[in-house]
């Protein structure tokens, strides 16, 4: 049963939303944010955490991006540092995650600390959105960290984020 699907596919309008932020995933893909993204985290949490892996031929798999980082852990490391390197208190959060449940007060505690350091509410993610290890979700996360990153740079955080804003006009 393991690596069964739990859940019925979406339908209707359900499933239209979700393959449209597939394909937006897809596009970020090509634009290369993925591994800017990649890249802005390992160097922020150099020696403080595993690296997520990435082959520098290729662009990153979103799933083995997804897994390295949905216990919460890697992403309050981020949020601490940048928040440090602000003057600002850092979040608290578990290293030993054991269940569910943990992970995801790791992830609402990571969007408290964005919030905190300035980025606008409307570009945090819902726990599920990284613990459920969908595509279409992951787009939100990778959103996110995009996000910080510019917000990052904005505050002078080092090292700079060098992903690209891309501007799509959405003809549908």
Not at 1 to 22: C, D, H, N, P
Request: with cysteine; net charge neutral; glycine share 8%.
């Amino acid at each position: 049963m393991s690596g069964e699907k739990l859940r019925a596919g979406k339908t209707g309008i359900g499933y239209v939303v979700e393959q449209k932020m597939e394909q937006n995933y897809d596009r970020e893909e090509k634009a290369g944010t993925p591994a800017a993204v990649i890249q802005w985290l390992n160097a922020i949490c150099e020696g403080e955490h595993d690296p997520i892996p990435q082959d520098q031929a290729e662009q990153p798999n979103w799933k083995t991006f997804n897994l390295h980082i949905k216990d919460g852990v890697m992403l309050c490391k981020l949020i601490n540092k940048l928040l440090k390197a602000a003057g600002k208190s850092p979040i608290q959060f578990q290293k030993k995650v054991m269940s569910p449940f943990v992970a995801m007060t790791n992830i609402e505690n990571f969007n408290k600390g964005c919030i905190d350091y300035g980025l606008a509410k409307e570009f945090t993610f819902q726990s599920g959105d990284l613990w459920e290890v969908s595509k279409a979700g992951f787009f939100n996360v990778l959103n996110c960290l995009h996000s910080l990153g510019f917000v990052a740079n904005a505050k002078g955080a080092e090292p700079k984020y060098t992903g690209e804003i891309s501007k799509i006009v959405d003809r549908e």
